[in-house]
């Protein structure tokens, strides 16, 4: 009898035991023999750094450190929508190190948002590539891509209703960016923007108290310098932009982003490539490696211009590859397989 009230009172210890232990060391327990050898994946840049703010000049990760995302801009997506998918993305994350995808949507070129495109199936192709991005930890940039339309409050009313709708839609992501007007040009000059940035500032804010806006500087986003005597106050991370080509642009173009990152101005390189400023000719990888380790030492985020394989040399891919994804060495083009090597 003894021996049998002594057992019963061992199985209850045991049994007491066994789920006083954590869930997960108890599942261990029932399944041993059973365990997988499947690897976790990596963490994605989003599980890495979360939400990225603006601390003083850097974009800084949720614990304040300081980040440099590597980024791939498309080419304009009226043009080239077949970039826009996902496996293109994760190629772009897995084997080149890309944290951050820039979707340009063009306004007033051929077919753009302001002169005769699809309103909504450029929204579509500028919300599925959020999407995409969302899904596989990246961070995007929805770029408003002004550029024959030289000054921004040529299309502002537009500008406004398309950021104020993202900004309802995006505002609780935490990989979002909104680039509000890619290129200022001809004769427009700083505080023209400032007012155009002003007004779209405050609809986004309205809104989304968050996400990082990016706000283009005049003469094609090179004068930084610029804008860093009279940047705008009041409002919580906002970025400008600064954008080269090196076989175009070199010292001269870097003292002026030295002398704006000198006055602590935030700066975000949300286009550059190694050809020439044309999108074509030359391509200069002895610069480009100037810029880069530039911007490492600052601390600046860039993004390569542009993701298609249109015949001009700024094109990451061959004019022959016709791969929309997991691209090959050999679908590569010689500013693709710099870039890609980039770490
Ligand atoms: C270029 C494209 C080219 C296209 C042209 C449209 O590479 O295929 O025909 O735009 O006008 C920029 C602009 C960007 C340009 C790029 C290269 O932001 O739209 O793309 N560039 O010229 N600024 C400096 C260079």
Same mark, same amino acid.
């Given at each position: 009898m003894k021996k049998k009230i002594r057992r019963w009172i061992g199985f209850i210890i045991c049994f007491v035991l066994l789920f006083s232990l954590p869930e997960s060391s108890r599942i261990n327990v029932y399944a041993a023999g059973?365990?997988?050898? @499947? $690897?976790?994946? /990596? @963490?994605? /840049?989003?599980? $890495? &750094?979360?939400?990225? #703010?603006?601390?003083? @000049? &850097?974009?800084? &990760? %949720? $614990?304040? #450190?300081? !980040?440099?995302?590597?980024? !791939? %801009?498309?080419?304009g997506i009226n043009w080239f929508p077949q970039y826009v998918n996902k496996s293109a993305f994760q190629t772009l994350r897995d084997q080149w190190g890309v944290s951050c995808i820039r979707l340009a949507m063009y306004t007033e070129e051929y077919n753009g948002y302001c002169s005769g495109g699809n309103q909504n199936e450029l929204k579509k192709l500028i919300n599925n590539g959020v999407k995409y991005a969302t899904e596989l930890g990246m961070y995007v940039i929805i770029d408003w891509h002004i550029l024959s339309d030289g000054n921004p409050k040529k299309n502002q009313k537009k500008a406004i209703s398309f950021f104020k709708e993202m900004a309802k839609k995006y505002r609780n992501h935490k990989n979002v960016f909104y680039e509000i007007c890619n290129e200022p040009n001809g004769n427009v000059s700083? %505080?023209?923007i400032r007012s155009y940035a002003l007004s779209v500032i405050k609809t986004i804010r309205k809104y989304d108290k968050n996400n990082i806006i990016l706000i283009g500087t005049p003469t094609w986003s090179q004068d930084v310098d610029v804008a860093a005597q009279n940047p705008i106050k009041g409002y919580t991370n906002l970025m400008y932009t600064f954008h080269f080509y090196a076989a175009t642009h070199k010292d001269s173009l870097r003292n002026k982003l030295q002398a704006a990152v000198k006055k602590g101005l935030p700066v975000y390189v949300s286009e550059f490539g190694i050809s020439e400023c044309s999108g074509n000719g030359n391509i200069d990888e002895k610069e480009g490696n100037k810029w880069i380790s530039f911007l490492k030492k600052n601390k600046i985020s860039y993004t390569c211009w542009s993701l298609s394989n249109k015949d001009e040399s700024c094109s990451l891919l061959r004019s022959s590859c016709k791969r929309t994804g997991k691209f090959k060495s050999s679908d590569l083009s010689k500013a693709g397989k710099w870039y890609k090597a980039i770490k």
């Open positions: 059973t365990e997988t050898t @499947a $690897k976790k994946a /990596p @963490a994605t /840049p989003l599980e $890495k &750094n979360g939400r990225l #703010k603006v601390k003083g @000049a &850097n974009l800084v &990760n %949720s $614990k304040g #450190k300081t !980040v440099i995302l590597k980024g !791939v %801009s498309t080419h700083w %505080s023209e």
